[in-house]
C-alpha cells in the first residue's frame, strides 16, 4: 500500500460490521497522530445463536393446496446491516456537527459495500480513502502504522 496522505482533523472510521473505532488525525499529513474520539460496538452471535424458529410456511388460499416454505432470516447478516445503518448515521452527525472535511474508511470487503449504501451524500463526498482491511483488533499504534504505509 502507498503512503496514505491523512489530512490534520480528518476523521478515520476502522469498522468490521460489529465493532467502530472513530479516530481523529490531531497531526499533519506526514506524521498522522489518531486519537480515539469514539468506540463501540454489538454484540452480534451467529444466525445459529440467534433465531431459534423453524422456517414457516405459506399456503396459496385459492385453487390448489400447494404449500410453499419461507426462508429463514439472516440474523447475523441482518445485525451487519443494522450496525452499518448505525454507523453511517454516525459519520453524517459528525461530518454536521464536527465540521469534518475528510474522512478515511477502514474495513472489510463486505462492510464496506454496507456503508457506501448506506452513507449520506455529504459523508460521501467527505470520503478521502476506503482501505479494504480488517484492523478492528489492533491499537492504534498499529492502524497509524498501517495507514502511514
Not at 452480534?44 to 429463514?72: H, I, L, M, Y
Amino acid at each position: 500500500m502507498d503512503r496514505l496522505s491523512i489530512p490534520h482533523d480528518a476523521l478515520v472510521m476502522v469498522g468490521d460490521g460489529q465493532k467502530a473505532l472513530f479516530l481523529r488525525n490531531v497531526g499533519d499529513e506526514k506524521n498522522p497522530d489518531l486519537r480515539t474520539e469514539r468506540a463501540f460496538g454489538e454484540s452480534n452471535p451467529p444466525t445459529r445463536e440467534q433465531g431459534t424458529d423453524r422456517p414457516g410456511r405459506s399456503f396459496k388460499s385459492a385453487g390448489t393446496t400447494r404449500r410453499s416454505s419461507v426462508d429463514t432470516a439472516d440474523w447475523h447478516e441482518l445485525e451487519k446491516q443494522h450496525f452499518a445503518d448505525h454507523v453511517a448515521s454516525v459519520l453524517e452527525q459528525r461530518v454536521r456537527t464536527a465540521n469534518i472535511k475528510a474522512i478515511v474508511i477502514v474495513a472489510p470487503p463486505r462492510t464496506l459495500a454496507e456503508l457506501r449504501h448506506v452513507m449520506h451524500a455529504d459523508v460521501r463526498h467527505r470520503v478521502i480513502a476506503e482501505i479494504n482491511k480488517d484492523l478492528t483488533k489492533q491499537p492504534v499504534w498499529e492502524i497509524e502504522k498501517h495507514l502511514a504505509g
